[in-house]
């Protein structure tokens, strides 16, 4: 059974940075893409940022210019860099691997706020 281990998230200043990681328990095999989510108090989770297996990259419209997708295969390691950050940006955070099966963290919070 994979797990996923999310941190790095905390309480932040509006303008400020965090960086998310998402650490999986062993490797995985067959990804398709690895993936950010987030949830605000009373919305439904939104996919934030998203890099499939073969590199390829996106972002929500909200996030652009801001955020940042990587991975280190190395270490099944996947993160989220968090630029300029907004009140607005404000959730809780969740990766997810998606390969035939998908794998879910368990989330890590968020809170920008001066």
């Not at 400020?16 to 987030?38: P, Y």
């Not at 190395?74 to 099966?101: F, G, I």
Request: glycine share 10%; hydrophobic share 35%.
């Amino acid at each position: 059974q994979v797990q996923l281990v999310e941190s790095g998230g905390g309480l932040v200043q509006p303008g400020g940075s965090l960086r998310l990681s998402c650490a999986a328990s062993r490797t995985i095999f067959s990804i398709i893409a690895m993936n950010w989510h987030r949830q605000a108090p009373g919305k439904e989770r939104e996919l934030v940022a998203t890099i499939t297996s073969g590199g390829t990259i996106h972002y929500a419209d909200s996030v652009k210019g801001r955020f940042t997708i990587s991975r280190d295969n190395a270490k099944n390691t996947v993160y989220l860099q968090m630029n300029s950050l907004k009140p607005e940006d404000t959730a809780v955070y969740y990766c997810n691997v998606a390969t035939p099966r998908v794998y879910w963290g368990q989330g890590t919070q968020v809170t920008v706020s001066s």
